[in-house]
């Protein structure tokens, strides 16, 4: 089993929807998470941390559900600007260890 | 956000050569910075944990005589892809941490390095 899994999408959404992606890990000692949006031949850049609180950032919300083992990404009122691969990150062991998603893409269509 | 830097932005080399990437940190000191690669339509795959000061950790399956890293400063890591085949052709793309004191520490990524190997 993968450390951290996602679908791979595409997930094709009208301009104005909400959608959200989920991503799970594996290792319960998983200690910090965080989603990364990436567009086409770009490199990744930080969308927000994932707090076990829950956290929300304009339209965007993220979650941590540590018992089942999996964080969302939540966007409201989706824009074409939004279309991107969203990647979760799992990070243990004192942040030596990294693991990327495969990451989840994402079309908004108008 | 903190800015990271990489150079070159592209590469084309033949079969054989070697070739060496730098990743900057520009206005924060990165202790540990991440090398990944990244295969088309897949994901970034970590490649190595450079610590400065120390021999970079490589994952599972990376060559580390074949990738040389080196984080000679708080602010410079390199990556050398030493006698480059064309399945070294990649995007390659570095990471910086920033950590401050009392917060959640945070990756900045290079704007990456396409390796073209003929």
């Not at chain 1, 799992?90 to 994402?106: A, E, M, S």
């Not at chain 2, 399956?61 to 050398?80: C, M, Q, R, Y």
């Not at chain 2, 995007?91 to 990524?109: H, K, L, V």
Request: charged letters at 20%; glycine letters at 8%.
């Amino acid at each position: 089993r993968k450390e951290v899994e996602q679908d791979p999408g595409p997930f094709n959404v009208p301009e104005g929807a909400t959608v959200a992606f989920n991503c799970t890990y594996s290792n319960s000692a998983s200690q910090s998470f965080f989603w990364y949006r990436q567009d086409c031949r770009k490199e990744p850049k930080l969308l927000m941390s994932v707090y076990s609180s829950g956290n929300e950032d304009g339209r965007f919300t993220a979650q941590l559900n540590r018992a089942s083992q999996y964080i969302s990404l939540l966007i409201r009122d989706s824009k074409l600007s939004d279309s991107a691969t969203y990647l979760c990150v799992v990070i243990r062991g004192g942040y030596q260890k990294v693991t990327f998603g495969t990451g989840t893409k994402l079309q908004v269509i108008p | 956000g903190a800015v990271v830097s990489q150079h070159p932005s592209w590469v084309i080399c033949k079969s054989g050569t070697s070739v060496k990437i730098e990743c900057r940190s520009l206005d924060f000191q990165a202790t540990t910075m991440f090398w990944y690669r990244q295969f088309p339509k897949q994901s970034l795959m970590l490649m190595a944990t450079s610590n400065e000061g120390s021999k970079a950790t490589y994952e599972q399956g990376v060559e580390k005589d074949k990738f040389l890293i080196n984080h000679a400063s708080l602010t410079l890591s390199t990556l050398t892809v030493t006698s480059a085949h064309p399945e070294d052709s990649s995007f390659y793309i570095c990471s910086a941490r920033e950590g401050i004191s009392g917060t959640t520490p945070t990756q900045y990524f290079g704007p990456g390095t396409r390796l073209l190997v003929l």
